[in-house]
């Protein structure tokens, strides 16, 4: 069954340029039943495993050299979101499991919201 899913959310994740995540996380606690905890770490192993994947893929077929002039941004992407993950994931192990289910809930749909209004935005500035 896992497998199953893995084929249409690598494929959502790949065309607006995800590992996923997003559309594993709910997966992993709906159907196929894991506790949110253990979701969220099993899902950050697959992301890994997905993020070294494509820089392996792209990597040999696009030039990092057309990163340098963004360098810094990425850098402070990075750094940002590694400090924010540490903070994050002391947070979490504070919360019970139900606090951290709707937790996600929340922060999925925040994400969603955010898709949609993004999408909506290019949609009306491409006209």
Do not use: K
Not at 64 to 78: G, R
Not at 92 to 109: D, G, K, M, Y
Request: charged share 10%.
């Amino acid at each position: 069954m896992a497998f199953a899913f893995s084929v249409p959310i690598a494929v959502l994740g790949g065309l607006i340029g995800l590992g996923g995540a997003e559309f594993r996380l709910p997966v992993l606690v709906g159907p196929l039943r894991h506790p949110a905890r253990q979701a969220v770490a099993l899902n950050l192993a697959v992301s890994i495993v997905t993020i070294a994947t494509s820089l392996v893929t792209r990597g040999a077929t696009l030039s990092l050299a057309t990163l340098s002039p963004i360098a810094a941004d990425l850098l402070a992407l990075v750094v940002g979101g590694v400090v924010a993950a540490f903070f994050g994931v002391g947070w979490a192990s504070h919360f019970s499991e139900a606090r951290l289910r709707q937790v996600i809930l929340c922060l999925l749909v925040t994400i969603g919201v955010a898709s949609s209004v993004f999408a909506l935005t290019l949609a009306y500035a491409s006209r």
